[in-house]
């Protein structure tokens, strides 16, 4: 018996070493063939709420609806809302979303410190353009004469070259990127007023049917929102084109800002490297009016120095 015992002692621990190597080349093998297919990468989840420019809004949920019917994206859920860069930027400096829209730079709204905890991602241009109802014959404007109509200085149509008809306004909150941009580079230092009897809206899309329905009234509108139902105005003997934007010679345009507050989340990360790429870029910044980054020729800081790349 005691001559066996060394001996059944060493078979034990070879069957003890065989099961361990079994068990590691088990687990070895079940992670290799996960890998190996492609299942070890988890598909995201949760979701995604941008908040803000109107002037934006088209683009971001037309991106939006094509990352959620993307298979890698489908269960992360894109929600997109308006109500103005103002309203964008102190939705997502506050934390009630996890994007802000902007058409202007977050320090132009916000108090420094609050801006400063904002990363900026750049998606595209957009440029604006003061637009008429299609009856207004006047189809270019200098900048003192828009300074005049906006300022209430002049009040009929006849006094720049066209009918006799009341001029009405229609103008965005003090709220809105669109308006910022528009006062701060069609305007220059001018800014609108809120004059009695002019309307006030929240959306472009709003003021876009307005001025196509009432006579004689004039906005201004992204190049993203023009259709036929509206007539676009030159600047200075300059058409809002994407050519004229890109080469600076246009100046009425803005970034279009996509906030976060800190580096973003892993989901809201993807979203905004869906909306740079080429797919995005080449397909839906062109098609809906907007002008990839990429194009420009110049570029523009927060204080409006534009400098040639």
């Not at 472009?204 to 676009?232: F, N």
Request: aromatic share 6%; charged share 25%.
């Amino acid at each position: 018996m005691k001559k066996k015992l060394p001996f059944m002692l060493t078979i034990l621990a070879l069957m003890l070493t065989l099961a361990a190597c079994g068990s590691n080349n088990d687990a070895s093998g079940t992670g290799g063939s996960s890998e190996a297919g492609g299942e070890t990468e988890s598909k995201l989840s949760g979701s995604v709420l941008a908040v803000g420019s109107t002037a934006m809004q088209p683009l971001v949920e037309q991106v939006g609806q094509k990352f959620m019917a993307d298979d890698k994206y489908k269960e992360v859920t894109v929600q997109v809302q308006g109500g103005g860069s103002g309203t964008g930027l102190t939705q997502v400096s506050e934390g009630q979303s996890d994007i802000g829209n902007s058409d202007v730079f977050g320090e132009e709204k916000l108090d420094a410190d609050k801006a400063k905890e904002l990363v900026d991602h750049q998606v595209a241009v957009v440029a604006m353009t003061a637009v008429v109802n299609p009856g207004v014959s006047v189809d270019d404007l200098t900048k003192e004469q828009l300074v005049d109509i906006f300022t209430g200085k002049v009040t009929n149509w006849k006094d720049l070259g066209g009918e006799d008809q009341k001029i009405v306004i229609v103008n965005r909150p003090a709220s809105s990127g669109t308006r910022a941009t528009f006062e701060k580079f069609a305007l220059g230092e001018s800014k609108l007023a809120d004059l009695e009897g002019s309307i006030q809206e929240d959306s472009s899309g709003t003021v876009r049917k307005l001025v196509a329905e009432t006579p004689g009234a004039i906005g201004y509108l992204a190049l993203s929102y023009l259709d036929d139902s509206v007539k676009t105005v030159k600047y200075a003997g300059v058409e809002a084109t994407v050519e004229n934007v890109e080469k600076g010679e246009y100046p009425v345009w803005a970034y279009q800002h996509m906030y976060t507050k800190g580096e973003p989340s892993e989901t809201v990360k993807a979203f905004l490297d869906y909306m740079l790429s080429p797919e995005v870029q080449e397909s839906d910044v062109v098609e809906l009016g907007y002008i990839p980054v990429s194009g420009m020729q110049v570029t523009r800081d927060a204080e409006g120095n534009v400098t040639q790349k």
